[in-house]
């Protein structure tokens, strides 16, 4: 019969610690390679509401800009970021996704107004 010890609270939490100050750092990374032009960017703009367009919702303004942010390896792109920045009427909302180098998620942020 096998038996496999847990990990104790504290070095859980001390995983749990190590592993939010790597996932900080890597985005701190990503942001001063935005900052310093490092990456490519793709913008994707919905809902545009200039030129008189109709607008989805019938809002007086409604718009959403996703930009992507990646780098080139051996000619394939690789996702580091998506940032959606929304417009709603007179409100604004920030979404921030970072990807880790295998291409999961790593960390979400949203703010609103």
């Known amino acids: 019969m096998n038996t496999f010890a847990q ?3 504290e070095k859980q939490r001390e995983a749990v610690d190590n ?3 790597g996932i900080r750092n890597f985005n701190g990374t990503v942001n001063e390679g935005i900052s ?3 990456l490519y ?3 994707l703009t919905l809902n545009s509401s200039d030129a008189g ?3 989805w919702g019938g809002l007086s303004k409604y718009q959403e800009n996703v930009n992507f942010y990646f780098e080139l390896r051996d000619g394939f792109p690789v996702l ?3 940032i959606v920045l929304s417009e709603i009427t007179n409100r604004q909302a920030y979404t921030d996704f970072l ?6 998620t ?3 942020m949203y703010q609103y107004n």
């Not at 990807?99 to 999961?104: F, H, R, S």
Request: net charge positive; hydrophobic share 20%.
């Open 36 to 38: 310093a032009n490092k």
């Open 80 to 82: 580091k970021k998506v």
């Open 19 to 21: 592993q939010m100050t």
């Open 53 to 55: 367009a109709k607008i």
């Open 41 to 43: 960017t793709h913008r």
């Open 106 to 108: 790593s960390l979400c």
């Open 99 to 104: 990807y880790d180098e295998q291409g999961n």
């Open 7 to 9: 990990d104790s609270p």
